[in-house]
């Protein structure tokens, strides 16, 4: 069997990954484009606002250096996950899509005092100097929460892109709006922004160089950026910087893990419909809660994967990210001996008959290795905490999800083509979103990631005329994804403003409510803007 990805070795000369790495076209090899005119980046509908946003960014870089040119704003949005929860570790394939909420990083390329100057327009956030000097050789401290660090992770995916680099003077202004800790994956929005400033102000620094044009590749972005977000202590998967980099207009992108990552575009084929993504406002902190919620699960979820190869015979399984075995690996361990998907799931019903639950001394019988082994192997590099291992309920939802991914992607790809009128398209809408309730339903029973405010909002959302909801990212707090009837999305919102924000944070200022829903469409992924665009 294929090895499953392994990112732990980025490429470091700038040679592209191979050509399977990517499929689709838009993938394939291509490079971050350059843009000059808003209208490419933004939706019609989200032009105006994202205009005097931008304004007011290079009125502010101005003001900040009057006598400096802007070179290019570097731009990296955020992603909602349409379908398939946590199961990209599982190595299952995932359906997110690109927002228009994103980073912009303003940058001046050039002075001779050999520093990089870093501010943020929230002055939440203090101005930073780094010694371009000192890049090589600085350590991130993932312990301490530092806004600058996801800057780093950023120099050190560009070092890691081309060791030899030679970084220029910059002066930056990030502008990043991508509510934190919300699920639309914010922090690796802020690492592939900035990567592609750093490896962008190299390529218009370089001696000769004519223009700042193919500074990098999108798969070289994607590698480098998975693996430059593990330096602040995060160990993601890919999902969320392949769909920030890869992102295309009126597309989803089917991110695939298993042999290799690969990212597929696939096209909405309705028009009718409109997502609407709306946050709880509960901060989710997976560097905090890790123990309890994220890093358990992933830990259920790889000891699930070894006992079942152990119990039912099915060999050493291969090992993803140095950590364990996957239930993907299982399913076609199952598959080459002719066991379909049904088949796998009454097998974990056997194996994990018990609906309690597991302690570790029972663990340690199924899987027939020492609690000392089994600490070291898989509960040392993220501690968790936990009283029974839940294999049955976290193996059912990771094989159950891939099944919904795999139904909602056949659906976009066999769009309402034999139901041609609005009602066809009404009746396809609402199948396609069922898709989504049923994974909600399933996060929250089966894998226990949500959370009262996130059942609540799918809840009001379903019924205020949703076709259909769901909680979108790790969950456990963060933000909902909701499809809605296109020409009810603005009154879908106003319900919710008043039924969910206005009820439970009474005095709440509009811009937070603002902040915390919108309608959004599939966006461009990252791009590199000129200094001198027009609208
Ligand atoms: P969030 O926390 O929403 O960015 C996390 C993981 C994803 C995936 C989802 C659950 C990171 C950076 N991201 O997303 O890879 O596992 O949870 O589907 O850890």
Same mark, same amino acid.
């Given at each position: 069997?294929?090895?499953?990805?392994?990112? +732990?070795?980025?490429?470091?000369?700038?040679?592209?990954?191979?050509?399977?790495?990517?499929?689709?076209?838009?993938?394939?090899?291509?490079?971050?484009?350059?843009?000059?005119? =808003?209208?490419?980046?933004?939706?019609?509908?989200?032009?105006?606002?994202?205009?005097?946003?931008?304004?007011?960014?290079? *009125?502010?870089?101005?003001?900040?250096?009057?006598?400096?040119?802007?070179?290019?704003?570097?731009?990296?949005?955020?992603?909602?996950?349409?379908?398939?929860?946590?199961?990209?570790?599982?190595?299952?394939?995932? =359906?997110?899509?690109?927002?228009?909420?994103?980073?912009?990083?303003?940058?001046?390329?050039?002075? +001779?005092?050999?520093?990089?100057?870093?501010?943020?327009?929230?002055?939440?956030?203090?101005?930073?100097?780094?010694?371009?000097?000192?890049?090589?050789?600085?350590?991130?401290?993932?312990?301490?929460?530092?806004?600058?660090?996801?800057?780093?992770?950023?120099? &050190?995916?560009?070092?890691?892109?081309?060791?030899?680099?030679?970084?220029?003077?910059?002066?930056?202004?990030?502008?990043?709006?991508?509510?934190?800790?919300?699920?639309?994956?914010?922090?690796?929005?802020?690492?592939?922004?900035?990567?592609?400033?750093?490896?962008?102000?190299?390529?218009?620094?370089?001696?000769?160089?004519?223009?700042?044009?193919?500074?990098?590749?999108?798969?070289?972005?994607?590698? +480098?950026?998975?693996?430059?977000?593990?330096?602040?202590?995060?160990?993601?998967?890919?999902?969320?910087?392949?769909?920030?980099?890869?992102?295309?207009?009126?597309?989803?992108?089917?991110? @695939?893990?298993?042999?290799?990552?690969?990212?597929?575009?696939?096209?909405? @084929?309705?028009?009718?419909?409109?997502?609407?993504?709306?946050?709880?406002?509960?901060?989710?902190?997976?560097?905090? /809660?890790?123990?309890?919620?994220?890093?358990?699960?992933?830990?259920?979820?790889?000891?699930?994967?070894?006992?079942?190869?152990?119990?039912?015979?099915?060999?050493?399984?291969?090992?993803?990210?140095?950590?364990?075995?996957?239930?993907?690996?299982?399913?076609?361990?199952?598959?080459?001996?002719?066991?379909?998907?049904?088949?796998?799931?009454?097998?974990?019903?056997?194996?994990?008959?018990?609906?309690?639950?597991?302690?570790?001394?029972?663990?340690?019988?199924?899987?027939?290795?020492?609690?000392?082994?089994?600490?070291?192997?898989?509960?040392?590099?993220?501690?968790?905490?936990?009283?029974?291992?839940?294999?049955?309920?976290?193996?059912?939802?990771?094989?159950?999800?891939?099944?919904?991914? &795999?139904?909602?992607?056949?659906?976009?790809?066999?769009?309402?083509?034999?139901?041609?009128?609005?009602?066809?398209?009404?009746?396809?809408?609402?199948?396609?979103?069922?898709?989504?309730?049923?994974?909600? /339903?399933?996060?929250?029973?089966?894998?226990?990631?949500?959370?009262?405010?996130?059942?609540?909002?799918?809840?009001? *959302?379903?019924?205020?005329?949703?076709?259909? +909801?769901?909680?979108?990212?790790?969950?456990?707090?963060?933000?909902?994804?909701?499809?809605?009837?296109?020409?009810?999305?603005?009154?879908?919102? @106003?319900?919710?403003?008043?039924?969910?924000?206005?009820?439970?944070?009474?005095?709440?200022?509009?811009?937070?409510?603002?902040?915390?829903?919108?309608?959004?469409?599939?966006?461009?992924?990252?791009?590199?803007?000129?200094?001198?665009?027009?609208?």
């Amino acid at each position: 069997m294929p090895r499953s990805f392994d990112f +732990s070795t980025p490429t470091s000369t700038g040679s592209s990954p191979p050509s399977e790495f990517f499929e689709g076209g838009v993938g394939a090899s291509s490079f971050v484009p350059v843009i000059s005119t =808003l209208s490419a980046v933004y939706s019609k509908s989200a032009l105006p606002a994202q205009e005097q946003r931008w304004g007011s960014l290079v *009125a502010s870089f101005k003001r900040l250096y009057p006598n400096e040119e802007l070179t290019f704003i570097a731009r990296s949005p955020g992603r909602v996950n349409l379908i398939g929860e946590h199961i990209d570790y599982s190595l299952f394939d995932v =359906l997110p899509m690109a927002i228009t909420q994103d980073v912009l990083i303003a940058v001046h390329v050039g002075g +001779s005092e050999g520093k990089i100057v870093l501010n943020n327009a929230d002055p939440r956030f203090p101005t930073r100097t780094f010694n371009i000097a000192d890049l090589k050789d600085t350590e991130i401290d993932a312990t301490v929460h530092e806004w600058s660090n996801y800057f780093l992770a950023g120099v &050190k995916g560009a070092l890691s892109l081309n060791p030899l680099a030679e970084i220029p003077s910059m002066h930056c202004l990030i502008d990043g709006r991508i509510p934190t800790g919300s699920g639309l994956s914010s922090s690796s929005a802020f690492v592939c922004a900035s990567l592609l400033a750093i490896v962008t102000a190299v390529k218009a620094a370089a001696p000769g160089s004519e223009s700042f044009a193919n500074a990098v590749t999108k798969p070289d972005l994607v590698q +480098s950026a998975v693996v430059s977000e593990r330096h602040v202590g995060v160990n993601s998967g890919g999902m969320d910087q392949s769909a920030s980099v890869f992102g295309v207009p009126g597309h989803a992108l089917r991110v @695939q893990f298993y042999p290799e990552l690969k990212a597929t575009p696939i096209a909405f @084929q309705a028009d009718e419909f409109a997502f609407v993504i709306a946050n709880t406002l509960v901060v989710a902190d997976k560097h905090v /809660t890790g123990p309890i919620h994220y890093n358990l699960r992933v830990v259920e979820t790889t000891l699930a994967a070894e006992i079942l190869a152990k119990q039912c015979g099915l060999g050493p399984l291969p090992i993803r990210d140095g950590f364990g075995g996957t239930l993907r690996g299982v399913v076609e361990a199952f598959k080459v001996r002719g066991v379909d998907i049904a088949g796998v799931m009454d097998k974990v019903k056997q194996v994990f008959s018990k609906q309690e639950g597991y302690t570790l001394a029972e663990t340690v019988q199924l899987l027939g290795q020492s609690e000392i082994e089994i600490t070291q192997k898989y509960m040392t590099r993220f501690p968790v905490r936990f009283e029974r291992f839940q294999f049955r309920a976290r193996a059912l939802h990771v094989l159950e999800e891939a099944e919904r991914v &795999k139904k909602y992607c056949e659906m976009l790809n066999h769009a309402p083509a034999e139901h041609g009128d609005i009602d066809g398209e009404e009746k396809y809408l609402r199948a396609l979103a069922s898709i989504m309730t049923a994974s909600h /339903t399933s996060c929250r029973d089966l894998f226990d990631c949500s959370c009262a405010q996130l059942d609540e909002i799918v809840s009001l *959302a379903l019924a205020n005329g949703a076709y259909g +909801s769901r909680l979108s990212g790790a969950g456990w707090g963060g933000a909902t994804v909701s499809l809605v009837p296109k020409d009810k999305a603005v009154e879908f919102v @106003q319900c919710l403003k008043k039924e969910y924000y206005l009820k439970h944070f009474p005095g709440i200022s509009e811009e937070k409510i603002n902040d915390a829903i919108c309608i959004t469409e599939p966006a461009l992924g990252s791009a590199v803007v000129v200094g001198n665009y027009s609208v």
